[in-house]
């Protein structure tokens, strides 16, 4: 049931969760939002760096996710840091659940992204890295970026 693709404007990215943890799966979320918060995200004004995720009695909601209060929005807007519902189908819920019993299982925002009109939120299935696992990913990087470099050198030098 995972969801891979995303078509729409990409309001933010969590980079680090990529790095600090192997994404096991995928699932794309709704959230529940008010409506300045909505034109908040129009202009891009979201961080999702030190958020997480959590079920509780059989509903998703989603910690720490930063939405800047609309300057137009006075006295609608709503606390930048409140805690909001992920909307997702039973069955989905259910499965993570199962997979949260796991040791080492965490659930972790990837993305939030317009899907039409609708402000959608990739979450991911993670399992924690450890330091010699970020060491190789690190590795691994400098080996590609030296590799790339070589052949830009070796082709249009």
């Given at each position: 049931m995972a969801k891979k693709?995303?078509?729409g404007k990409l309001i933010a990215n969590n980079k680090k969760a990529y790095h600090d943890y192997f994404i096991l799966d995928t699932y794309e979320a709704g959230i529940s939002l008010?409506?300045?918060?909505?034109?908040?995200?129009r202009m891009g004004k979201c961080s999702i760096k030190e958020s997480f995720i959590r079920i509780e009695n059989g509903e998703v909601w989603i910690?720490?996710?930063?939405?800047?209060?609309?300057e137009?929005?006075?006295?609608?807007?709503?606390?930048?840091?409140?805690?909001?519902?992920?909307l997702l189908h039973k069955s989905e819920i259910n499965k993570m659940t199962g997979k949260m019993k796991e040791k080492g299982i965490a659930i972790v925002p990837l993305k939030v992204y317009f899907k039409g009109s609708l402000v959608k939120v990739e979450i991911?299935?993670?399992?924690?890295?450890?330091?010699?696992?970020?060491?190789?990913?690190?590795?691994?990087?400098?080996?590609?970026?030296?590799?790339?470099?070589?052949f830009k050198v070796r082709n249009f030098g």
């Amino acid at each position: 049931m995972a969801k891979k693709k995303t078509d729409g404007k990409l309001i933010a990215n969590n980079k680090k969760a990529y790095h600090d943890y192997f994404i096991l799966d995928t699932y794309e979320a709704g959230i529940s939002l008010a409506g300045t918060e909505v034109k908040s995200l129009r202009m891009g004004k979201c961080s999702i760096k030190e958020s997480f995720i959590r079920i509780e009695n059989g509903e998703v909601w989603i910690y720490g996710m930063h939405i800047s209060p609309y300057e137009k929005g006075n006295i609608f807007n709503k606390d930048p840091l409140r805690v909001r519902k992920l909307l997702l189908h039973k069955s989905e819920i259910n499965k993570m659940t199962g997979k949260m019993k796991e040791k080492g299982i965490a659930i972790v925002p990837l993305k939030v992204y317009f899907k039409g009109s609708l402000v959608k939120v990739e979450i991911g299935l993670a399992r924690g890295k450890k330091l010699y696992d970020k060491r190789q990913d690190i590795a691994k990087k400098d080996q590609k970026r030296e590799a790339e470099r070589e052949f830009k050198v070796r082709n249009f030098g």
